[in-house]
C-alpha cells in the first residue's frame, strides 16, 4: 500500500531538508509520530511511535540534504504492518521547492489486507496531507534569512 503527497513551500531545498529531517521536531507538525528515539547517526536510525500503528525502527538507505532520502522499516511491532518504508524529494522550482513524500506499509495478513487497504490508504493520505501542509505553514511562517538552517533547532 503507497501514498504520495507533493507541496510546494517557498523555501530552498536544503531548508526544507532541514526542517523535515529533524527529528527533534517531527511531532510538531506530524502528529501521527509521538515518540522518537535516535539510535544511529550512520546509518541515521530512528525507533518511532506511530499513534495507531505500532513501533518502528527506520533506517536511511539514502540521505542527501536538499535532494533526496529514502528509507525502510527494519524493525516492525504492529499487530497490521510488517514493513514497508518511504522516499522524500526536494525539486528547486517556481521560487521554492516541490517536495514530494512516498509512503508504502507493507500488511501482515493478505486478506484482511484487501479488505483493509481501501481505508488504510486514505487514511495514510489524509494523515500525509494534514502533516505535510502543517510542515509547509510553519516554514513558510519563518523568516526567509532563518530558513537556511533548521527550523525550531
Same mark, same amino acid.
Given at each position: 500500500?503507497?501514498? !504520495? ?7 530552498? =531545498? *536544503?531548508?526544507?531538508? %532541514?526542517?523535515?529531517? %529533524? ?6 507538525? %506530524? #502528529? ?10 550512520? =546509518?541515521?536510525?530512528?525507533? +518511532? ?17 536538499? %535532494? ?8 516492525? /511491532? ?18 521554492? !521547492? /516541490? ?6 506499509? *507493507?500488511?501482515?495478513? #493478505?486478506?484482511?489486507?484487501?479488505? +483493509?487497504?481501501?481505508?488504510?490508504? #486514505?487514511?495514510? +493520505?489524509?494523515?500525509? #496531507? ?17 530558513? !537556511? ?5
Amino acid at each position: 500500500m503507497t501514498g !504520495t503527497h507533493t507541496v510546494h513551500v517557498n523555501r530552498t =531545498p *536544503e531548508a526544507v531538508y %532541514d526542517y523535515t529531517q %529533524d527529528y527533534s521536531t517531527r511531532s510538531v507538525w %506530524d #502528529r501521527s509520530i509521538t515518540q522518537v528515539e535516535m539510535l544511529s547517526n550512520s =546509518p541515521r536510525t530512528y525507533r +518511532l511511535v506511530i499513534k495507531g500503528i505500532g513501533r518502528f525502527t527506520i533506517e536511511y538507505r539514502l540521505d542527501r540534504r536538499g %535532494d533526496r532520502t529514502s528509507a525502510a522499516f527494519t524493525r516492525v /511491532d504492529a499487530a497490521f504492518f510488517s514493513g514497508g518504508g518511504g522516499s522524500w524529494s526536494y525539486v528547486a522550482g517556481n521560487g521554492g !521547492t /516541490d517536495w514530494t513524500a512516498t509512503n508504502t506499509f *507493507e500488511l501482515k495478513h #493478505r486478506l484482511l489486507g484487501r479488505v +483493509l487497504a481501501p481505508l488504510v490508504r #486514505r487514511q495514510m +493520505l489524509a494523515s500525509m #496531507r494534514k502533516s505535510m501542509a502543517t510542515a509547509k505553514e510553519i516554514m513558510e511562517s519563518a523568516a526567509p534569512a532563518e530558513s !537556511t538552517a533548521p527550523i525550531g533547532g
